[in-house]
């Protein structure tokens, strides 16, 4: 099973609301990824979790709060977020975060719109 | 600061002939680098990666160079068809952290 799955499909929330992202995996992986991707952009990192610890906050707004309950688990929770946070934010999984030549497989993502 | 581009935003092939992406970096020597495809509204699919000391990569239709003295790596896809049609990423990786940099993307479009 090469699969990375992502809850919901699709999310409204208001700026007042407090929502959760939510991935999967079922590979064994050990590193686990959230980035942030707008309309023709690039993904952009937000976090990297390895072993199940934050080992990289690529200086994300407090709104935005990572949580790994367990190694094929990631969460993503939302609080107050702003209408410019409106992207599809993907969940990613690799080996182990530490070699160079690992591959990420992708979820495919949340769309998120916040109104 | 470490730079990645894609020479094109967007390029357009007739079917059966060969796409040729280019991907240019500056300020980084990287020791991996890869490419995925992405479809409208789907996370990225990885397709290959090319080692510094490997010149060039093959998968079926797929063929990478990475010429670490130009900084550059060259994606062909030979024999193109419409099911081609995505946007293609390169990537390199930041850092041993599992910090992936993408470049902007090349949304390839090949009409039959």
């Known amino acids: 099973d090469t699969e990375v799955t992502q809850t919901p499909k699709h999310l409204v929330m208001g700026m007042t609301n407090k929502k959760s992202l939510k991935c999967e995996q079922h590979?064994?992986?050990?590193?686990m990824y959230w980035y942030k991707q707008k309309a023709k952009k690039p993904p952009e990192l937000m976090f990297v979790y390895s072993y199940e610890k934050l080992s990289i906050n690529e200086s994300v707004p407090s709104r935005f709060s990572p949580e790994c309950p367990n190694s094929s688990l990631l969460n993503l929770h939302l609080h107050a977020l702003q209408p410019e946070d409106s992207a599809l934010y993907l969940c990613a999984s690799s080996q182990d975060g530490t070699a160079g030549q690992e591959t990420q497989y992708f979820g495919p993502g949340t769309r998120l719109l916040v109104l | 600061s470490q730079k990645i581009e894609q020479n094109s935003e967007a390029l357009n092939i007739q079917e059966g002939k060969t796409a040729t992406l280019t991907c240019n970096y500056t300020n980084y020597s990287p020791a991996y680098l890869q490419w995925y495809r992405q479809d409208p509204g789907r996370g990225p699919v990885f397709l290959l990666l090319i080692r510094e000391n490997e010149k060039e990569k093959r998968k079926e239709r797929l063929k990478v160079t990475f010429d670490t003295t130009l900084k550059q790596s060259l994606f062909h896809i030979t024999a193109s068809q419409p099911a081609d049609s995505a946007t293609y990423l390169c990537?390199?990786?930041?850092?041993?952290?599992?910090?992936?940099?993408f470049g902007q993307g090349t949304e390839l479009s090949v009409k039959p």
């Open positions: 990537a390199l990786l930041y850092n041993q952290g599992g910090k992936l940099i």
């Open positions: 590979m064994g992986h050990r590193a």
